[in-house]
Nanobody, 117 residues
Framework: QVQLVESGGGLVEAGGSLRLSCAAS????????MGWYRQAPGKQRELVAR???????NYADFVKGRFTISRTNAKNTLYLQMNSLKPEDTAVYYC???????????WGQGTQLTVSP
């Protein structure tokens, strides 16, 4: 099993920056990729950014150039550096981990980000 705990959310003004963290524990060696997703009220959960064990990253178009995903070499902490935040970035942000030998994708409990105009 994999346990994921997010932190770092909060209230920030538009144009500001914030860094989210996700502490991972459990079967870390079975994780092939980790990512950040978000869900705004009334909307579906959507991919924000994802990073593989090989360091390959992909970003949603709406965060390219503003957000950066990174991970410690030990794979036990995932980060999302968010710059130039916009009110439309307001959402609950979830950490995700998946792997071929994991029974299912794992999710954290989420952390709320609110960006004020």
């Amino acid at each position: 099993q994999v346990q994921l705990v997010e932190s770092g959310g909060g209230l920030v003004e538009a144009g500001g920056s914030l860094r989210l963290s996700c502490a991972a524990s459990g079967r870390l060696s079975s994780i092939n990729a980790m990512g950040w997703y978000r869900q705004a009220p009334g909307k579906q959960r959507e991919l924000v950014a994802r990073i593989t064990n090989g360091g390959n990253t992909n970003y949603a178009d709406f965060v390219k150039g503003r957000f950066t995903i990174s991970r410690t070499n030990a794979k036990n902490t995932l980060y999302l550096q968010m710059n130039s935040l916009k009110p439309e970035d307001t959402a609950v942000y979830y950490c995700n981990a998946d792997g071929v030998f994991l029974p299912r994708p794992y999710w954290g409990q989420g952390t709320q980000l609110t960006v004020s105009p």
